[in-house]
């Protein structure tokens, strides 16, 4: 499982018809930025309107995913967005010229073979993951529909369906780490048995569906009349009715003996996308369909934001990489021993970033602050926040190491508690205001562990070397 966020080398586009819209449609992948997430863009309609893949958008679940926002809809998005997640890819523009991304043979083989077909670019920002912290439950008991999520270091997902059905029986599929999903998911393939054909039709959907892009099950214990049976093979463009051995239309067979079940397993791994990040944990499926898939996805991201609101104290994982090392720092921030007060930087993006600054006996400072009770002056304790945030700034520039950063002030400042040898401090600094003239005005936050230690409003001057 990648570290750090992913986005695509270039641009690719999937071109073909949508399965329910029967709409033509160029899709075009396009690469997108960190913390950028994934969303559509309708290049067909005025303004080209933005639509966010996330589960409060979603307006419609009848046999697909739609989603709205800004007056646009893009219908049938969970092939695509889980194409995206199986290939870890966090960041994408997804560009479309019609309503539907195109069904393609109904999996998500084709998308996935045009994603790597340009690559994956690793991104300089740690992947900002979701780790489910308590066990969930979406139950629908009339319907026996149940998905359950529990924490876990992976992202796990095991989906069980009972068909009723003599020819596709109780299926189940898993996958115990998301890596599986190009070889062991995508190319599963949408399915619908022929008696729920004709229904289809008549709610106005699958206007795009053939049989190269579906798996059509004939029941046995659900039969279609003659007429009807007739009716929907003329429209499925089928020549030579051969039912009887197989037990799928045209004698298809199956790419995997419990197909159906992969592809619900496809379906989940689509909507949960619409959490807005990426997971861990393990997600055990019973009967899932979109609306139920959809209402689960909604539930994981209350308590994500319900996680979010409940504490602002950024998480320090030292196993994970650095968004920046002190190597890099160094390039960076014009400050040089005994005055550099940041050790790395562990999280970026447009408007704030956190930083690490290691506190050891070693430090110049404790020899007179003070003799026998050593202690972090607050003053460099706002340095270190002030250094974190220069950081902030100069990440934004070409050649960051061709300016100064003075501070003009310090607003509201309060110290919490004392930073002694051994503590690692983290600092968060988040921008309060645009950045005008090359004056910026970040609030501060130092934490020790979950303990704020100080905070402050600060102002800073960047003054480029030459001037």
Known sequence: MYTKQHTIKAPVTVSGIGLHTGVVCNMTFRPAGVNHGYKFRRVDLENQPIIDADADNVVDVLRGTTIEQNGARVHTVEHTLAALVGLEIDNCLI???????????????????????VGLEEQNQPRDFFEIPEGIIYQEPERGVELAAMPHSEYRIAVMVDYNSSILGNQHASITKISQFKDEISAARTFCFLHEVQLLRKNGLIKGGRLDNAVVVIDPDKPVSEEDTRELLEWLGVKDFKPKSSGFLNDVTLRYNNEPARHKLLDVIGDLALVGKPLKGQIIAERPGHAANVAFAKKIKRLMEKYAKSSDVP???????PVYDINQIAH????GYPFRMVDKIIYLDEKSVVGIKNVTINEPFFQGHFPGNPVMPGVLQIEAMAQTGGILVLAGMDKPDDYWTYFLGIEECRFKKMVLPGDTLIMKLELIAPIRRGIVKMKGQAYVGNHLTCEALMTASIVKKSS
């Open 332 to 335: 960076m921030l014009p400050h």
């Open 95 to 117: 560009d479309l010229d019609g309503p539907e991304p195109p069904i393609c043979d109904g999996s998500a083989r084709e998308f996935v073979a045009a994603l790597e077909s």
């Open 315 to 321: 998480v320090y994982d030292p196993t994970q990489p």
